[in-house]
C-alpha cells in the first residue's frame, strides 16, 4: 500500500494529511490564518507567508501523530504538495518543507495543482464514485464547470471571465459592511429575505459555458445605492438568487449535453446552502448521483492534494527537486 503525506499552503490554510492509495484518509489537520486577515477584508499574502512558515512543522508534526506513524520515520512512502496556483510566498512555504521532508525520508516528492486536488476530493468521501462527473468547481479564487472522465482526466468547458463567485461573496460583503470571508454571513442573512426584493440582471446568457460575476456585484452595488431603505437579508437572498441561477442554468445547459453519471460540487462555495439544494435538484431530475461535499471537503484541505498526488505519482512520476511554485498555474496547462 502507497501512504502519502499531502501539504497545501496556497491561500491562508496551512494543512497536511495522510491518504492511502485506497483514498482513505488516515489524518487530516487544517490551520488557518484568517483571524489575522479579517481586519483587512481579505487575505494579506505576507501575513500568510509568515502564519505558514509558523504554522507548517507543527501542522505536519499532527498529521503524522493522528496517523500513528513516527515522527522521526514515518511510513510515508511519498509528500505532495500543492505547487499552485496561489500566492507565491505560501505556495514557497509548502514546497520547501515538502522538499525537506522527501529528502530527509528519502522518498518522492510531487506538485500537484490545487484546482486538480478540489476534483478529487469527491473520491475521498466515496471512492467507488461512478464516472463521467460533472463537477461546479467553485471558491475564492476559480469559478468553473468541469468534465471528469476519470481521476485526474478533465476537461474544463467553462469558467468565469471576471471574478469568482465567492470573490463576488466577499465583495458584496465587504460593499454591505459585512465581515470577511462575506459567503457564510450572505448565505446565513440570505435564508431570512426576499430573492425578487432586488431587481438584478442574468449575466451570461449565451449558450457556453463561462461564468461571470463582476457585473452582479455591481448591479447590487448600484441597486442598493438607489434603494438604501431595502433591508439587508433581502439584499443578501436577491444576490444569492442571482449567483444559483447562473451556475445552476449553466450547469443544467452541460448536463443537457453530456451524458454523465453524477454532478458534484467543490471549493468553498459549495458550502452554500442554496447552491447545495439546487445542485441536489438538479441531480433528481436528471436522475444521477449527487455529490455534496462535507464542509471540511469544501475548504482548502491536504487530504485532497495527498488524493491528487497518488494519482499523478502514478502517471507522471516524481516531480524533480527543482520544481518551483506556480501562482498562476491553470488547471489544464503543465507547469
Ligand atoms: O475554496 P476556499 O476555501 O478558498 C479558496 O481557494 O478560495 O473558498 C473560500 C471562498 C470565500 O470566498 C468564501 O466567501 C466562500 O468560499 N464561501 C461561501 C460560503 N462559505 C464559504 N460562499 C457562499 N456561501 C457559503 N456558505
Ligand atoms: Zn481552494
Known amino acids: 500500500m502507497t501512504v502519502v503525506l499531502g501539504i497545501e499552503t496556497s491561500c491562508d490554510e496551512t494543512a ?36 505558514h512558515v509558523a504554522t507548517i512543522g507543527p501542522v505536519v508534526a499532527r498529521a503524522l501523530l493522528a496517523a500513528g506513524l513516527d515522527l522521526h520515520r514515518p511510513a510515508i512512502d511519498a509528500v505532495a504538495v500543492t505547487s499552485g496556483p496561489g500566492l507565491i510566498g505560501s505556495l514557497l512555504v509548502g514546497l520547501s518543507a515538502a522538499k525537506a521532508y522527501a529528502m530527509a525520508w528519502g522518498v518522492p516528492f510531487v506538485g500537484v495543482n490545487h484546482l486538480e486536488g478540489h476534483l478529487f476530493a469527491p473520491l475521498l468521501e466515496q471512492a467507488d464514485l461512478e464516472w463521467p462527473l460533472l ?3 467553485v471558491s475564492g479564487g476559480h469559478s468553473m464547470i468541469v468534465l471528469q472522465s476519470g481521476p485526474g482526466d478533465h476537461q474544463v468547458l467553462g469558467e468565469s471571465i471576471d471574478d469568482a463567485a465567492g470573490e463576488a461573496y466577499d465583495k458584496v460583503a465587504r460593499w454591505l459592511g459585512l465581515g470577511y470571508p462575506g459567503g457564510p454571513e450572505i448565505d446565513r442573512l440570505a435564508q431570512a429575505g426576499r430573492a425578487g426584493a432586488l431587481k438584478l440582471p442574468v449575466s451570461m446568457t449565451g449558450a457556453d459555458y463561462d461564468l461571470s460575476f463582476s457585473g452582479l456585484k455591481t448591479a447590487v452595488v448600484r441597486a442598493t445605492e438607489k434603494h438604501g431603505d431595502v433591508a439587508l437579508a433581502d439584499v443578501a437572498a436577491s444576490f444569492q438568487a442571482a449567483v444559483c441561477e447562473q451556475l445552476l442554468r449553466k450547469l443544467r445547459a452541460a448536463l443537457e449535453h453530456y451524458d454523465v453519471a453524477g454532478v458534484a460540487l467543490a471549493g468553498g462555495v459549495a458550502a452554500n446552502s442554496a447552491l447545495r ?35 499523478r505519482l502514478a502517471a507522471d512520476g516524481p516531480s524533480p527537486m527543482n520544481l518551483s511554485a506556480s501562482p498562476n498555474w491553470q488547471l489544464v496547462d503543465v507547469p
Not at 41 to 47: A, Q, R, S
Not at 280 to 300: N, Q, R, S
Open 16 to 51: 497536511a494529511a495522510v491518504v492511502d492509495d485506497r483514498f482513505h484518509v488516515v489524518s487530516s489537520v487544517i490551520e488557518s490564518s484568517i483571524d489575522q486577515h479579517r481586519a483587512f477584508g481579505g487575505v494579506v499574502p505576507e501575513l500568510a507567508g509568515r502564519a
Open 135 to 137: 463537477t461546479l468547481l
Open 277 to 311: 439544494l439546487g445542485v441536489g435538484e438538479l441531480a433528481a431530475e436528471f436522475a444521477i448521483a449527487c455529490h455534496l461535499p462535507t464542509k471540511e471537503m469544501c475548504t482548502d484541505n491536504a487530504a485532497m492534494i495527498a488524493a491528487a498526488g497518488l494519482y
